[in-house]
T-cell receptor, first 114, second 108 residues
């Protein structure tokens, strides 16, 4: 158990819908990362937050948005869902988000868009 | 740009050794290695920082050559538990970017 909690574990929805994925980082970790993993794309970096502020942004679609709240949990919002958004979404956390820090990954949310 | 890993896949017998390479077209200041077992989350193995040091985890070690912008992961006397997909990651523009992964299968 990494200490990072992601909910829900599975999500099945239809095209055009909107969903929210939730992540609670390890106790004491200030930085949260979101990654998307699909079969042909590996682990794709979406976005990173540190203590409530956006620190780095990857090729995140405009239909996707995220935020980190004062209690440090984070949410990833996916809207106008398309079939291609089906993937495993991982959240990870680290203490301060520095380059020498290891990431602890949650167990992921499997999103299926039908 | 994503770091490039090679090989893409490797099959070993228990007790055999393997090397997984990771290279980048951009200057490297650190290299991260993670292992992901099927159906599970990636798990941290080690970080190598600029300086060419080697690190170890169980019978897994790694090297980092910042001049060649490469890192290699060495798996010695592989065990069944080593099976999984290995990812290297490098920081680019403040983002931890992972390679496409190397799938390692260890057979009895």
């Amino acid at each position: 158990d990494s200490g990072v909690t992601q909910t829900p574990k599975h999500l099945i929805t239809a095209t055009g819908q909107r969903v929210t994925l939730r992540c609670s980082p390890r106790s004491g970790d200030l930085s949260v990362y979101w990654y998307q993993q699909s079969l042909d794309q590996g682990l794709q970096f979406l976005i990173q937050y540190y203590n409530g502020e956006e620190r780095a942004k990857g090729n995140i679609l405009e239909r996707f948005s995220a935020q980190q709240f004062p209690d440090l949990h984070s949410e990833l919002n996916l809207s106008s869902l398309e079939l291609g958004d089906s993937a495993l979404y991982f959240c990870a956390s680290s203490v301060g988000g520095g380059v020498g820090e290891k990431l602890f990954f949650g167990s992921g949310t499997q999103l299926s868009v039908l | 740009q994503q770091p490039v890993q090679s090989p893409q896949a490797v099959i070993l017998r228990e007790g055999e050794d393997a090397v997984i390479n990771c290279s980048s077209s951009k200057a490297l200041y650190s290299v991260h290695w993670y292992r992901q077992k099927h159906g599970e989350a990636p798990v941290f193995l080690m970080i190598l920082l600029k300086g060419g040091e080697q690190k170890g985890h169980e019978k897994i070690s790694a090297s980092f050559n910042e001049k060649k912008q490469q890192s290699s992961l060495y798996l010695t006397a592989s065990q069944l538990s080593y099976s999984g997909t290995y990812f290297c990651g490098t920081y680019q523009g403040g983002k931890l970017i992972f390679g496409q992964g190397t799938e390692l299968s260890v057979k009895p």
